[in-house]
């Protein structure tokens, strides 16, 4: 299992367009051909971040998605509404530890 993470920052004004982005692609994305899971996070610290925690089956299936047209258009859309260069990493999950559940 490959999970990617991508921190983004934003102009503070084109945060409503990122999330219209977002709201139109997710359902796409989680049904790409080896996504697992697609989640999208908010820094609680620079309100102009956000992030995204996608899982996907292989490097191959990834790297499947990120030469797509959904892809392209979708980054090509965002990567306008930056205030800085976005980082991007992936990792290869070795162990997975059971959420705990403390209610």
Known sequence: MIVRI???TFQEDKLPDFHTIF???KHQI???P???HL???SDPDHPTV???YSLWESVDALEAYRRSDLFRETWAATKLLFAEKPVAF???NIESVPLIDIA
Do not use: C, D, I
Request: net charge positive.
């Open 34 to 36: 080896g996504n697992r």
């Open 50 to 52: 956000r992030m995204t």
């Open 39 to 41: 989640q999208l996070l």
């Open 23 to 25: 709201n139109n692609s």
């Open 6 to 8: 991508v921190r983004m």
């Open 90 to 92: 992936s990792g290869e």
């Open 30 to 32: 989680r049904a790409f």
